[in-house]
C-alpha cells in the first residue's frame, strides 16, 4: 500500500487507483466583458477574446498617453516651460541628467495614468471576481458565491505582483543607469524586493475594485465551467506548448503587439497633427 506522502513522490498516472485529485492551479485574466480561466489544459474563452483583451490593455495604454499629454500640457500651461515638445521627443535638454530626470518624471505619470484608467474600466471590477473566485477554490476546494465574495481583491500570484517588480527596473532603474550606475542597480534591486508590497498595494488600489454583481456573475461562470470540465478528467495532460496556448498568453500578447503597432504609428505623427 502506498504511504500518505506518495502522491508527492510518484506521478498521478504512475498511482494505482485514482486518489481524490487536489484543487486545480488555475490561472485567470480580466477580459471585456467577462473572466477568464485556465488549468493549462482547459480554458474557458476563445482565442479572439483573449486577443480582444490585449487589444483593450492596448487601448488603456494609448489612453494613458493621451492623458498624459493632457497633464503635461496642463503643467506647460501653469509654468511657461517647453514640456510638450520634450514629451514628443521632439527637444532635449542640454544637460544629460535633466533629460533623464525628465524621462523618468513621464514615465511615472505614464504608469500613473495608466492605473488610473484601470481603475476607472470594468476590468477592474472582472479582475477582483477572478481573484475572489480563484481564491474560494484555493481556500475551500469548492465554488460557491458566498464563499466568492468572503475572499479578498488581492491574490498573491497575480502578475501585478511580477510587473511591480520589473516595473522599478524599466521606468526608473534603466533610465538611472546611465547618469549612475549604482543608483541605477540600487533601484532595480529594492524595487524587485519589495514586488510583493508593491504588487498588493496596486491590486487594492488600482488594478481591482469591488465587483458589482454581473461582474462576480461572470467569474462565478467561468469557475464553475473550469471546475466542472477538471472533473471529469483531473488527470488529463497536454503537451507544454498546447498548455501555453490555453493559458490564453499568446493570444492576449498577439493582440497587445498588433493593437501597440497600430496605436505606435499614430504616435509617430501626433506631433504633425498637433502642428508641432
Known amino acids: 500500500m502506498f504511504q500518505r506522502y506518495a502522491p508527492s513522490i510518484y506521478p498521478d498516472w504512475m498511482l494505482p487507483g485514482a486518489p481524490t485529485p487536489p484543487v486545480p492551479r488555475i490561472s485567470g485574466s480580466a477580459m471585456p466583458g467577462g473572466v477568464h480561466m485556465s488549468t493549462g489544459v482547459l480554458r474557458t474563452s476563445s482565442d479572439w477574446q483573449l486577443a480582444l483583451t490585449g487589444l483593450a490593455m492596448a487601448a488603456l495604454g494609448s489612453g ?48 500613473l495614468c495608466f492605473l488610473t484608467l484601470m481603475r476607472l474600466s470594468p476590468l477592474a471590477g472582472y479582475h477582483a471576481a477572478e481573484h475572489k473566485v480563484i481564491g474560494a477554490i484555493e481556500h475551500y476546494g469548492e465554488l460557491t458565491e458566498e464563499l466568492a465574495w468572503t475572499m479578498p481583491r488581492a491574490h498573491r500570484r497575480c502578475g501585478s505582483n511580477l510587473l511591480a517588480g520589473v516595473l522599478p527596473m524599466l521606468l526608473v532603474g534603466v533610465p538611472l543607469a546611465s547618469v549612475n550606475l549604482m543608483l541605477g542597480l540600487g ?49 488529463k495532460r497536454v503537451p507544454p506548448l498546447v498548455n501555453m496556448w490555453r493559458r490564453g498568453f499568446v493570444q492576449m500578447f498577439a493582440g497587445l503587439f498588433i493593437a501597440m503597432e497600430v496605436f505606435g504609428r499614430i504616435y509617430e505623427h501626433l506631433h504633425i497633427w498637433l502642428d508641432f
Open 187 to 235: 533601484v532595480i534591486v529594492v524595487g524587485w524586493s519589495l514586488r510583493m508590497q508593491t504588487g498588493y498595494f496596486i491590486q487594492m488600489i488600482f488594478s481591482t475594485r469591488e465587483p458589482t454583481a454581473r461582474e462576480m456573475a461572470a467569474g462565478l461562470r467561468s469557475g464553475h465551467k473550469i471546475l466542472n470540465e477538471w472533473r471529469a478528467d483531473p488527470y
Open 64 to 111: 494613458a498617453m493621451v492623458l498624459t499629454y493632457a497633464v503635461t500640457w496642463l503643467i506647460a500651461q501653469l509654468t511657461g516651460l517647453p514640456l510638450v515638445p520634450y514629451l514628443l521627443q521632439l527637444a532635449h535638454t542640454t544637460d544629460q541628467a535633466s533629460d533623464i530626470i525628465f524621462q523618468i518624471g513621464i514615465n511615472l505619470l505614464t504608469f
